[in-house]
């Protein structure tokens, strides 16, 4: 038996309700507000600027992204980031770097091969009883990785422009579909009775079983999970939300209570996760990531080795990573806190599970198998004719 690890230095809860900002006293009122929130979102390099000391590469990056993916970064978000360190991994998720203007051969704008999936502008149907329904583009802080950068944000070439009259058509002929997960762009920035209004018209569907959501707010804007929305979602369970947490420190008190809330009102929680380096790609900070999910009542759901999105080889970790992180966490700590790592094959082959290998060998007689500490075991297919081995390793 190892010992277990010592703890991360963000394994704590701490709130982030500031003292102040833009140097004055904020009334809890405002921060607490999550309109308030939105309205004083960080979008403009001089606001930038008045909070923090940029990198030539970042101030370029902001300069730069006007014309890609906009920036914007909630008040509340942006005081997880450490004025004083440039690695912070709060920053390298939402500050733009000059980075983002390199692309590589492999890189594409539509990385998973959305735009062909769609039989309805805004609906990827890729998978035979689910879909994918892009309900908005906005978002309430922008991810500098985002896989729909695209049509994320409004400042790219391309528009997100959902017909919703058609889309409710479609899944009506498609009954087929049972499961429907609004995403975009972030479908919790919508006002209560927008939110409602979709979710109505999928529920009056029979054959949709199941509904989701995926969303960054409970992460970027807290504030936005008020007690009215979570009694308006309770009305249409089954429903699902997926939240997008990366680094510990963004499991603050403020967002523990949000999703709380979400709990409360019987909602499932799952978490995606993007592997990022230099944010999260080291087991300490997975698994510290994870433990704070479950105390938050969250399942981690998906690792997701990084999109070949544009200009995003800076943010790229190896897949070894993440099959690495994978196994130091598989066997020595909670099954429940330990995601799927998926690749969302180039191209639009949809998500495909990548595990570390545990099965070493498997015949019709017999599947050699390796635990979590490294220890071979033999398992005896049905109908095996010799007795297991004393010796499994000696198969190999
Ligand atoms: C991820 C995804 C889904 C949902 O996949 P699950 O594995 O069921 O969570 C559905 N449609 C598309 C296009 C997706 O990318
Ligand atoms: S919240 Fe999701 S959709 Fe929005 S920018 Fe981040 S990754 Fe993209």
Known sequence: MQPPPPPHPDKAFRSHAPGYWRDRAIAPE??????????????????????????PEERNGV??????????????????????????????????????????????????????????PGLVHRYPDRVLFLVTDRCASYCRYCTR?????????????????????YLEEHT?????????????????????????????????????????????????ITPALCEMLRKYHPLFISVHANHPRELTTEVREALGRLADAGVPLGNQSVLLRGVND????????VHKLLMCRVRPYYLYQMDLIRGSSHLRAPVAKGIEIIQGLRGHTTGYSVPQFVIDAPGGGGK????PDYVLQRNDERVLIRNYEGEIFEYPEPGAKSAPSPEPAAYL
């Open 282 to 289: 080291d087991l300490d900070t997975m698994r510290a990531l």
């Open 352 to 355: 495909v599970p990548v595990n």
């Open 176 to 224: 087929e579909v049972r499961d429907v997960l609004l995403s975009g762009g972030d479908p919790l920035l919508f006002s209560d009775a927008k939110l409602e209004r979709i979710l109505s018209r999928l529920r009056a569907m029979e054959h949709i079983e199941f509904l989701r959501i995926g969303s960054r707010v409970p992460l970027f804007l807290p504030q936005r």
């Open 63 to 120: 300069i730069l992204s006007g014309t890609k993916l906009a920036m914007a970064i909630t008040p509340h978000f942006f005081n997880l980031i450490e004025r004083d360190n440039p690695d912070c991994p709060i920053r390298r998720q939402v500050i733009p770097r000059v980075e983002e203007t390199l692309e590589n051969v492999h890189e594409l704008a539509d990385p998973c091969g959305e735009d062909a999936h769609m039989p309805v």
């Open 30 to 55: 405002q921060w607490n507000d999550h309109l308030w929130q939105l309205k004083n979102r960080i979008s403009t390099l001089a606001q930038l600027e008045e909070h923090l000391e940029l990198a």
């Open 149 to 169: 950068s695209r049509v994320v944000s409004g400042a790219g070439e391309q528009e997100l422009e959902t017909d919703f009259e058609a889309t409710y058509r």
